[in-house]
């Protein structure tokens, strides 16, 4: 959106955000989804102006009712569907109305960070689309609209990334989809079968134990499945 003046901590921004919010629902019934986006919505220390986004069938009504509220003292730039403003405060103010269907995409855009949209349009470009505001733009020009974020992230097989998490330092690689490895049934190992009989040397049937002297043997015999069959031969006790 537009760019930054000075500074505000977010407690204040915040502030001014939802008074803005709570004035404009009031003032324009017609809305559909109305909040905040930016570093705001990324809950950062410090932002240098407000970013509200708005969803509206009549997108000019909901813009013309926002350069009137009362917070407002005077009007930078207005269009059909964005305007900026600098409240009383001092504090600037950028609005954009998307239609309801662009809300999931336009809402996951403009709260950034920049550097998590651009990982983000990577890996959709990954898959042959290409991502903005509008939605996901597929090769033959069709589009995937979102009309909520947790849409946005299904579309490249991602769970829903917190706001706060949105600064490209290992969120994506976090929310990635574990696979876990499988195992075949010629992959199993047998248990051993140890025999324990007193006053007898015991050696269970393996290759890999060097042979004892003959005395007692124990031998497994697994089958193809899982479970295994056992046979254990008969056990002699040396003489004394």
Known sequence: MAGRQRRIIMPSALQYAESLIAALREAAPSLEQLGYAGSLR??????????????????AAVVATFISLPQVARVE???????????????????????????????????????????????AQERGLSFSENGFAREDGSLIECADESAVYAVLDLPFIAPELREDRGEFEAAAPVICPT??????????????????????ASPLWPPPPQHVACTISPSPTIAPTWALPAVSTPSA
């Not at 504090?91 to 651009?118: C, E, M, Q, Y």
């Open 42 to 59: 990324r809950a950062t220390p410090t932002t240098g102006d407000i970013d509200l986004l708005a969803s509206a069938r009549d997108s």
């Open 77 to 123: 730039a207005q269009g059909d569907i964005k305007a900026s403003v600098i409240l009383q405060s001092g504090v600037r103010v950028d609005l954009l109305v998307v239609p309801p269907p662009h809300w999931g995409s336009a809402l996951h855009h403009f709260t950034g960070s920049k550097d998590h949209n651009i990982h983000f349009r990577r890996l």
């Open 183 to 204: 195992l075949s049934a010629s992959t199993i190992c047998a248990p051993i079968c140890i025999c324990i009989v007193p006053g007898a040397t015991v050696r269970p």
